[in-house]
């Protein structure tokens, strides 16, 4: 894993997780999975897990990744899960935060095939919230981000009214719905979803650090 993360040394980068049933032939996986999308590299974490490195996600990428999961898990005869992490850079010390973010992803109880780490995250470890790194990631990505904080706090004092919040932003409706729709594809968190509204504004007002 080292020398495949180290060709891409301060790059910014999105992990995808998959996780199988059963063992499969890893090296015709990782071609496989390649030629549908593109990715830069992939490797296995463990005889039935791995990671796959992106740079960028196409518009309809989850979508697309809904019916590959189906084809190969028939090809390879598996069940396959996947999960779309947050953007990264890479860095010296990403492998530790990334063998973590593989663990919560192992760990889940989903069934879905496509797996939400950071509502997973929410749902069942809560009360774990500072040592996660899909929540540190999470926080840098609203803190570096400040028209989307602001829209963050408006919406929940406004109990997340789209309309006013808007008009209190200055912002079109329409402006503020795609702020919206392009968090949840970068982030994974649908902020419509008041729990996930009341971690966003929580982490905007510092009372999560």
Known sequence: MKQKLEQYQNQTMIFIHFKFDQAVDAEIWIESFQSFFDAHTGFFMTDKSGIFLKSALEEDFASKLDEVIEIMSFDFSTKAQFSIGLPQRIHSNIE???QKEHTLFLNSRSIEPLIS??????NTHFTNLLDSPVFETLKHYIHTNQDMGEAIVKLFETNNNVAQSAAELYLH?????YRMNKFEK???MDLKNPHNLLICYLITREEIK
């Open 117 to 122: 780490l950071t509502q997973d995250y929410v």
């Open 173 to 177: 409706r329409n402006t503020l719905i």
């Open 186 to 188: 970068d982030t994974q």
């Open 96 to 98: 530790p935060i990334l």
